[in-house]
């Protein structure tokens, strides 16, 4: 591990403010893509006619938020138990190899768990108030969703070390897309089914290079993700199939008409998805050299995805 990584891990002498502390062990820089697919699910539920309600939208945004811290530090405690971030020495801090929180003596396992699991249970009474402004699908959806982020990483379930991380992923945040326009319509318009399920290959192709260098230690615990599988070589051609069937489903979504032509702008973000796919085919077996990748992979669904938000606001606007 080069030496630079470990000087801006987090330490316990760095953060002495407990609340600082806690709010840093969620994760808080890659929240941004549970709140693009809310923003997405906004962009269908105004392109099917809803008015968006604010109070309805910032409690949509805030839970799903948390949720997804909940599942972030949940992630961190499994991986601490399973020994993959213990053993990890080509992470690429901030992106891979966990928050470091546990390993740096900054939070115990026990706290990490309370508190991971205690950001799950606060999403719960404001699921139920959602889920009463907006009928009981809702709680299907959110259900489906905390059980999906959970199963991640927890057992028995644990399907990321089943080679089934990026389906969980790809399901919990089509979730989010799709309960997020629920929330304001009452009903999934066909336009949701198909933008969020092309944002969520997305995010999903994010786990998917940050196993790049975390697969020697994940292999190590036991953790089979599918790069571990497949092995890193090989596994670099999942991310352009992930990349691209994102960008057909966007495609085939408009042809059928269940999309406005102008969604097309999502196609914006296949030139840094190439990108990334490009360094990654030469760098698969060379870690270090995979964080412009992984960088230009969190552009990939960052761009995707308010491109074909402002692309349906602005149809709905102009019709």
């Known amino acids: 591990m080069p030496p630079d990584i470990a000087a801006v891990e987090p330490s316990l002498t760095a953060l002495r403010n407990p609340w600082l502390r806690y709010f840093l062990a969620t994760r808080p820089a890659f929240l941004s893509v549970t709140a693009v697919g809310v923003i997405l699910g906004l962009a269908c539920a105004s392109l099917a006619g809803a008015a968006i309600a604010p109070l309805t939208t910032m409690a949509t945004l805030i839970f799903a938020c948390v949720a997804h811290a909940g599942v972030n530090v949940l992630n961190d405690y499994y991986d601490a138990l399973s020994g993959t971030d213990d053993a990890n020495t080509e992470r690429l801090f901030p992106f891979t190899g966990g928050s470091r929180f546990i390993q740096n003596g900054v939070l115990t396992r026990r706290a990490t768990a309370l508190f991971g699991y205690a950001l799950l249970a606060a999403v719960v009474p404001a699921g139920l108030w959602l889920a009463w402004q907006a009928g009981p699908s809702l709680l299907g959806i959110g259900l489906a969703g905390l059980l999906v982020g959970w199963a991640y990483s927890a057992p028995p379930f644990k399907l990321a070390s089943r080679g089934l991380g990026e389906l969980a992923v790809a399901s919990g945040w089509w979730l989010v897309v799709a309960g997020s326009t629920l929330v304001q319509t009452r009903a999934i ?7 969020g399920a092309a944002y969520a290959l997305l995010v999903a192709n994010l786990l998917y290079i940050n196993q790049f260098p975390d697969a020697v230690a994940d292999a190590l615990a036991g953790k089979r993700t599918v790069v571990v599988r497949l092995g890193r070589t090989r596994a670099a051609m999942g991310y352009l199939i992930l990349a691209l069937a994102s960008h ?6 408009v042809l059928a008409g269940a999309l406005p032509l102008a969604a097309l702008a999502g196609l914006l ?3 840094p998805a190439l990108k990334a796919f490009s360094r990654l085919r030469r760098h698969a077996e060379n870690p270090a050299q995979l964080r412009p990748a992984i960088g230009a992979t969190i552009a990939t669904a960052h761009i995707h995805g308010l491109a074909v938000a ?8 102009l019709a």
């Open 189 to 195: 318009p066909a336009a949701a089914l198909w933008s």
């Open 248 to 253: 057909l489903i966007l495609v085939v979504g």
């Open 269 to 271: 973000a296949l030139a």
């Open 310 to 317: 402002i692309a349906l606001f602005l149809t709905k606007v």
